[in-house]
DNA sequence: TTGTACGCGTTATCAA
DNA sequence: TTGATAACGCGTACAA
């Protein structure tokens, strides 16, 4: 038992079990050339003694921390937070420290990322959905930090994505299918300047679609806000105000379908009688709500972002070091009218 | 501007400046005792150098680290998340690194726990939403690690909380007033055994105050299950296929809400019409759905804890030590028909 | 196989 | 007001 009072250092150790610091430090990391029985009477010690390591001490004498920096926008999207928990369960298996760093705008983001190149700050970096620069990119590089993009690319740097721009196609060809011929989107403002693009490359790949349909994809009415259900709400009634208003809407995310459900709600409206609708990210409040969606494996995308980074931390090179996770359209009652609204299944 | 390749450390920045590192040190950390002179010259080699001081050297040297701990159960709750949005607001704003420990059983957290005692782990430590004991408590105060709880309360410890008792009676009281005589709850059970007890607090308080209107508390169908909106579902059915079905229902999540409303939906019911339901949160998916909830300050909940351990840090002793933040009942469509389903507000 | 001593980058103490 | 130097706790060459 750790007695209160005077931190146990190695030394303690050393002393109880009649060895060398080096000696213990050895069996400590678990290196070899140490006899069976001196390492028995170095655990013994250290249980004891309930000795531990200190962090700080071994990441000074190694040259570098033992934490991973994860870099997320602001937290405020429940896609962001599910990535993170991905995380989060890889690194902790391992014994890694997960440092958080939430920026809500370009300096914060500045700030972080000069910084974090450092070996004493982190012994590797994640960086979640915010669009990096060359030159943050560099800066790593230089230094020699691992580093992995999660939902947000740079060539030649280890990511994590989907292809948006397929998302967005898919999401055309299922309304398609269902004879919409006549289209509102409804996206993010990136207005703090993160870079993110998701949002415009999902329209891309949606435009595309409906053009190969041999329809105008400038007729689209496209509106964009701050990512939140409320806004997507204000912008749908703005979109079905037109004159002529679309059959159906496409929202870059399920946070943005859901607000875009409420107005219709509120207004009296049904889905998909008055208006078809297909979100993004297959959230549990799109299966709650029954939207239609274009789901992307988001706890997968942090499980996969961490692993490539322990692989980096190893000093493996990751083999495809650019990954592309698959979308899957799940069609439900707010774009297939028979759809029955599924008794949400039971596990979340 | 920092080349790549070597660390600069305070040493080639004394050089620079022609004076001993204590001198820039003694800059570093605003520390009087220094000539204004000396004070620019040292400044103007930082800047030059592109100089940051190593968090594990100063954090060895002065035996302490400088990250804040912060321990949650394993985040699925978008409650929690809203509380950590609002711990590192407040932590990042003083340069505080936040090291998230998720724990997702009682192994878990006890192994963190156990550990993040030590000075050399964390500076302080906040903990969300999960019940400590007095061991674990003493683990702490032994060591004078400082130790905020934040939505949970072990005596002498400062936390932050609300009432959640009270917050039961303001449901029920709601209901009542509304004509309610028979009724429903819908709490969370803690498989995981971390200790919640919000949800069997909610019921205490929503219990005593049907009991005090004269109605048999015992007569309340309370079903319990893992906290999630599919799980409510399923137990809203279970409350609803009873012979003699309540005609109202108290969750004890906005979560949980959810998922009884879109159990209503899926089988043609509406609220209040067939059924009165009431939430608890005041989570963004409230207003959204327009579900009546009584809610509770989750950021500030953050950013009142993290504000705490700041005091404790500086050695201060925090006047009211454990807070009790206000709850609000906000009316909505769920429990009074006449409210409209406001068209979500655009501000989040 | 094992022990000793130095270095990691800071802070803090003590002289100057 | 300053500079030199001893910790802080660990990893690791190097010596034994």
């Given at each position: 038992m750790a007695v209160a009072g005077q931190r146990v250092s190695i030394f303690d150790v050393a002393k109880r079990a009649s060895v060398g610091v080096g000696t213990v430090s050895r069996v400590l990391n678990g290196r070899?050339?140490?006899s069976a029985a001196t390492r028995k009477r170095v655990l013994a010690a250290i249980d004891a003694l309930g000795y531990h390591p200190s962090r700080l001490a071994s990441g000074l004498s190694r040259g570098r921390s033992d934490a991973v920096a994860v870099v997320v926008p602001f937290i405020t999207s429940p896609s962001v937070v599910v990535r993170l928990e991905g995380i989060l369960e890889v690194l902790d298996n391992v014994g890694l420290n997960t440092v958080l760093y939430s920026v809500g705008n370009r300096q914060q983001r500045d700030r972080h990322l000069g910084v974090l190149g450092d070996r004493h700050e982190a012994a590797g970096v994640i960086v979640v959905s915010i669009r990096l620069s060359r030159q943050h990119v560099e800066r790593f590089s230089a230094v020699g930090t691992p580093l992995v993009l999660v939902d947000t690319r740079v060539a030649g740097v280890p990511s994590i994505e989907v292809d948006n721009r397929e998302g967005g196609r898919m999401a055309a060809s299922h309304l398609l299918g269902l004879g919409h011929r006549s289209f509102g989107f409804i996206g993010d403002i990136d207005r703090k300047h993160l870079g993110f693009s998701s949002s415009s490359e999902r329209l891309e790949g949606f435009s595309a679609r409906i053009a190969e349909a041999g329809?105008?994809?400038?007729?689209i009415a496209v509106r964009s806000g701050i990512h939140s259900a409320g806004e997507a709400a204000v912008l749908a009634a703005s979109i079905l105000e037109l004159?002529?208003?679309?059959?159906a809407i496409f929202a870059a995310s399920d946070t943005q379908a859901s607000g875009v459900l409420s107005y219709l709600k509120s207004k009296g409206l049904t889905a998909p009688g008055d208006l078809a609708l297909i979100g993004f990210d297959g959230l549990e409040v799109s299966a709650l709500l029954g939207i239609t969606t274009v789901a992307q494996p988001l706890f997968e995308s942090g499980v996969r972002g961490a692993q490539l980074l322990l692989q980096l931390l190893a000093g493996e090179v990751p083999d495809p070091g650019e990954l592309v996770l698959p979308l899957r359209l799940l069609p439900r009652s707010t774009t297939v009218s028979g759809a029955s609204i599924e008794p949400v299944s039971r596990s979340p």
């Open positions: 070899e050339g140490v329809i105008d994809p400038s007729r004159v002529e208003p679309p059959t």
